[in-house]
């Protein structure tokens, strides 16, 4: 299948690259070098990139309340999308920074007309801020920003090469799935997205690929989706 118009989500851990948390420059400088790549071959494309390697609200004080943590998700993506946005318009590519809500003179605030528009012109999007509410995942706004931009399917680069029953890093004989429906996804309790973003995915019907971040992996997976697992 060609794609002419993808979402990419990426983890905040990428940012990292080995070192696990903070800002990798070489790292994110390979990322860029990727989704050049793809944009290269014809592919419009649209960033939503997590917090991960700097904040994670799961690790927060028991006492701390959900909304200020997923206010604080939502701020820590921004350096992440601030340094993508940085390497790719260093490197001659033009790229624009929109987010849930307005950070006046970094990013104007989301209006998925004019982020159409912009990638009809050739240009790359990164969207940062979440959904701008609590409660949402990255995960989610992945999802909704895909819808609302009109994106063929939805990439999610992950650190296995699809989705499996289990972890497998702790289980290895956990089962890996070549496809699944969103139904499917959600009855099996599958935490490669949360069960809100898989289903407005698919009251959506837009289609998922989750792969397996690697040098060329994204070219790679973009000709072939089946070296991923594809969530239809």
């Given at each position: 299948m060609?794609?002419?118009?993808?979402?990419?989500?990426?983890?905040?851990?990428?940012?990292?690259g080995?070192d696990?948390?903070?800002?990798?420059?070489?790292?994110?400088?390979?990322?860029?070098?990727?989704?050049?790549?793809a944009?290269?071959?014809?592919?419009?494309?649209?960033?939503?990139?997590?917090?991960?390697?700097i904040?994670?609200?799961?690790?927060?004080?028991?006492?701390?309340?959900?909304?200020?943590?997923?206010q604080?998700?939502?701020?820590?993506?921004?350096?992440?999308?601030?340094?993508?946005?940085?390497i790719?318009?260093?490197?001659?590519?033009?790229?624009?920074l929109m987010?849930?809500?307005?950070i006046?003179?970094?990013?104007?605030?989301?209006d998925?007309?004019?982020?159409?528009?912009l990638?009809?012109?050739?240009?790359?999007?990164?969207?940062?801020?979440?959904?701008?509410?609590?409660?949402?995942?990255?995960?989610?706004?992945?999802?909704?920003?895909?819808?609302?931009?009109?994106?063929?399917?939805?990439?999610?680069a992950?650190?296995?090469?699809?989705?499996y029953?289990?972890?497998?890093?702790v289980?290895?004989?956990?089962?890996?799935?070549?496809?699944?429906?969103?139904?499917?996804a959600?009855?099996?309790?599958?935490?490669?997205?949360?069960?809100?973003?898989?289903?407005?995915?698919?009251?959506?019907?837009?289609?998922i690929?989750?792969?397996?971040?690697?040098?060329?992996?994204?070219?790679?997976?973009?000709?072939?989706p089946?070296?991923g697992?594809?969530?239809?």
């Amino acid at each position: 299948m060609f794609y002419n118009r993808i979402l990419l989500k990426l983890s905040g851990g990428l940012f990292s690259g080995e070192d696990g948390s903070g800002l990798n420059f070489s790292a994110i400088a390979k990322i860029a070098d990727e989704i050049i790549a793809a944009k290269n071959s014809g592919i419009e494309i649209t960033v939503v990139n997590g917090a991960g390697n700097i904040f994670r609200g799961r690790n927060r004080p028991p006492t701390f309340d959900r909304i200020a943590a997923d206010q604080i998700g939502f701020m820590a993506g921004i350096p992440n999308s601030l340094a993508l946005l940085e390497i790719l318009n260093g490197n001659g590519v033009d790229t624009r920074l929109m987010s849930a809500f307005e950070i006046p003179g970094i990013a104007r605030k989301f209006d998925p007309f004019k982020a159409r528009k912009l990638l009809q012109e050739g240009k790359i999007i990164i969207c940062a801020g979440g959904t701008g509410e609590a409660f949402f995942t990255h995960d989610t706004a992945a999802v909704l920003r895909a819808l609302e931009i009109k994106a063929d399917a939805l990439f999610k680069a992950t650190d296995v090469d699809g989705v499996y029953s289990e972890d497998p890093e702790v289980n290895p004989t956990a089962k890996r799935y070549d496809t699944l429906s969103y139904d499917e996804a959600i009855a099996k309790n599958l935490r490669i997205l949360d069960q809100t973003a898989f289903t407005l995915a698919g009251e959506n019907a837009l289609p998922i690929v989750v792969f397996k971040w690697a040098p060329d992996s994204l070219s790679r997976v973009l000709k072939n989706p089946s070296l991923g697992t594809i969530i239809s």
